[in-house]
C-alpha cells in the first residue's frame, strides 16, 4: 500500500512562489511502475489536473494552461515529488493533492488509487 503526504502550502502573495512536496513511502518505496500527480480542487469546483509522470518515471504531462508557470520533479532517493508554482494569482487558491497509482497516465488517477490528505494553497491579491 502506498502512502502519500503532501507539504509545503500555506498563504502567499500574488507573484509569489510556492514548492510543494509529496513524500511517498509503502511497499514500492520507488513506485516503479506508478504515474504519479498533482492535482487541485478549488471551493465549488471539481477536482483538476495539474502536472504529473507517467508510470515510466520520466514522461512529464502538464495542464497545458500552467506550462510555464508550474514545474514538476521528483527525487527518489528521498522519495518525494516536488511541485514548483510560480507567478501565482489568486485563482490559484485551492487544495492541493497528490496521487499515484498503477496506471500509465497521471491523469487519470482515480479515486481509488492512493492519494494524500492536501495541502492548503491561499494565494492573496
Known amino acids: 500500500q502506498v502512502q502519500l503526504v503532501e507539504s509545503g502550502g500555506g498563504l502567499v502573495q500574488a507573484g509569489g512562489s510556492l514548492r510543494l512536496s509529496c513524500a511517498y513511502s509503502?511497499?514500492?518505496?520507488?513506485?516503479?511502475?506508478?504515474?504519479m500527480g498533482w492535482f487541485r480542487q478549488a471551493p465549488g469546483k471539481d477536482r483538476e489536473f495539474l502536472a504529473g509522470?507517467?508510470?515510466?518515471?520520466?514522461?512529464?504531462y502538464y495542464e497545458d494552461s500552467l506550462m510555464g508557470r508550474f514545474t514538476i520533479s521528483r527525487d527518489n532517493a528521498k522519495n518525494t515529488m516536488y511541485l514548483q508554482m510560480n507567478s501565482l494569482k489568486p485563482e490559484d487558491t485551492a487544495v492541493y493533492y497528490c496521487?499515484?497509482?498503477?496506471?500509465?497516465?497521471?491523469?487519470?488517477?482515480?479515486?481509488?488509487?492512493?492519494w494524500g490528505q492536501g495541502t492548503q494553497v491561499t494565494v492573496s491579491s
Open positions: 496521487a499515484a497509482g498503477k496506471r500509465p497516465d497521471p491523469r487519470v488517477l482515480y479515486p481509488s488509487d492512493a
Open positions: 509503502g511497499r514500492t518505496l520507488t513506485l516503479s511502475w506508478y504515474a
Open positions: 509522470f507517467g508510470w515510466d518515471g520520466s514522461s512529464t
